[in-house]
Each structure stands twice: as C-alpha cells, then as structure tokens.
C-alpha cells in the first residue's frame, strides 16, 4: 500500500512538472528503498540461513541462541552481539560451524543494510551501486 502510494506521488509530480523521464521518476526506487529494501533485503539473508539449516541445528539455534530481543533487533537493523553474549556461545564450542555461518550471515545483513542506506539518488550511479549489492547477495 505505501509503495502505491510513492508510486502516484512519484507519478503525480512527474505528470505536474511535464516530466516522465526516467530521472523524475527515480525518485520511487528511492524513497522505496529506503523505506522497505533497507529492511526487506537483509532480511533475504536470513531466509537462506534458515532454510539451508537442518531441523537439530534450528532447533539449538532457537533453544539456546536466539531471544526475542534478537529478533526485534533483525527488523530494527540492531542485531548486534555483546561480548558478554560472544563469551557465552562459545560455549558451545562443538557449535561452532554453525555460530559461523550465523555470523557469516549477520556480517552479509549488516553489509547490505549499509549498502541500501547508501542508495543512489539518481539512475546514473544505479549500475555501480548494483554490482555491490549483487556481490554481496552472491
């Protein structure tokens, strides 16, 4: 619903100022991606972890690893880990592939978060920008 609405604002002014160029109307891939690719894309991320895991280790992820907290930290874009935090999974030292390829995938969210941040304002540094963001996605 909201990006219809940035959609007709975007088309609205465009129509106004007698400008339809691909330009004018860049203004929607921007305000959409810093609204919801900001958030949407990383969250892409996660969804392969989760499904390439196996039932016991998502089991032991959600038993002993992650709290609601983390969770409400993935939609805000704070899902840091405290050292306290750190110490205590390593823990479960026998773990650690798995705690790896989780931080794997927190390092690649936070990277593309970053990279959704920095969106380019106009479709001329769109390819460059692209190329990052398809780097990081794989």
Same mark, same amino acid.
């Given at each position: ?13 465009? %129509? ?10 860049? @203004? ?9 690719? %900001?958030?949407?894309? &990383?969250? @892409?991320?996660?969804? *392969? ?6 039932? *016991? ?14 969770? *409400? ?11 306290? =935090?750190?110490? =205590? ?7 650690? &592939?798995?705690?790896?390829? %989780? ?16 969106? &380019? @304002?106009? &479709? ?7 190329? *990052? ?6």
């Amino acid at each position: 619903m909201t990006a219809g609405y940035y959609a007709g604002t975007t088309a609205a002014q465009a %129509v106004k100022n007698n400008d339809v160029s691909v330009k004018r109307m860049w @203004q929607y891939n921007y305000d959409f991606a810093a609204k919801y690719g %900001v958030i949407i894309t &990383p969250l @892409q991320v996660l969804k *392969e972890l989760l499904l390439s895991l196996s039932g *016991e280790e998502l089991a032991f992820l959600m038993e002993k690893v992650v709290t609601s907290k983390d969770l *409400e930290g993935l939609e805000t874009g704070d899902a840091a880990i405290s050292w306290k =935090r750190a110490i =205590r999974l390593l823990t479960h030292w026998r773990r650690l &592939p798995l705690l790896f390829r %989780v931080y794997e995938a927190f390092k690649r969210m936070d990277k593309i978060r970053a990279l959704y941040e920095q969106y &380019p @304002q106009t &479709p001329d540094r769109f390819s460059a920008w692209e190329k *990052e963001l398809n780097s990081c996605l794989g």
